[in-house]
């Protein structure tokens, strides 16, 4: 078996050629694959400044008590206003009343003459 010294020297460059596509190619993939590992953590970074912002928002929103204190305080008001209402109306009618007192004392004064 004798090795043939020109198939060598002629295989030396194609080998050679492909060692460089297949390091090119590891290394296209490494920085591709880099490239996406940085642009998904500037992601996630974004994410996470966004669910703080939130969560520190949400944590000053009131609470199940606090709405329930709130709906209280307004059934509360809502009876207060009631009873607001029942002696307006009631100043309403006695001011009728003094208003058609007045109008037959103004209508006596005025046909009396005096």
């Known amino acids: 078996m004798t090795v043939d010294v020109d198939l060598i020297i002629k295989l030396i460059p194609i080998l050679l050629s492909l060692a ?3 390091t090119a ?4 993939r ?3 694959v880099d490239e996406r590992f940085k642009t998904g ?5 974004r994410h996470e400044s ?5 969560e ?3 944590s000053h929103l009131p609470g199940k008590s606090d709405m329930h204190a709130i709906e209280l305080n307004l059934a509360n008001m809502k009876g207060d206003l009631g009873r607001i209402e029942a002696q307006l109306a009631g100043n309403g009618e006695a001011m009728t ?3 058609a007192v007045t109008e037959r004392l103004e209508g006596y004064l005025l046909n009396t003459k005096g």
């Open 30 to 32: 490494r920085s591709e």
């Open 50 to 54: 966004r669910l703080q912002a939130l």
């Open 20 to 22: 460089a596509l297949v």
């Open 56 to 58: 520190q928002t949400v």
């Open 41 to 45: 953590a500037q992601r996630m970074d």
């Open 97 to 99: 009343r003094i208003s």
């Open 25 to 28: 190619v590891i290394r296209t």
